[in-house]
């Protein structure tokens, strides 16, 4: 029978727990909420294109000013 440091590299074995093995992986929470935050606040893709558009606009005048 492995450790519980040699369980798996993707549990969380944090200095304060006590060597507890972690369900999820450290940090899918900061993810989880990141792409909550994103699908609620996600812009149209007609806006999404266009700003695109404008970026490479921008940039073929400063690489073409070379």
Avoid at 6 to 32: C, K, L, N, R, T
């Amino acid at each position: 029978m492995a450790s519980l440091g040699e369980q798996s590299p993707h549990f969380a074995d944090g200095a304060g727990d006590g060597g507890a093995i972690h369900p999820e992986p450290a940090g899918q929470h900061v993810v989880h909420a990141y792409l909550r935050w994103r699908n609620k606040n996600a812009r149209h893709p007609d806006v999404l294109a266009a700003q695109r558009r404008e970026r490479a606009r921008i940039r073929s005048e400063v690489f073409s000013a070379t």
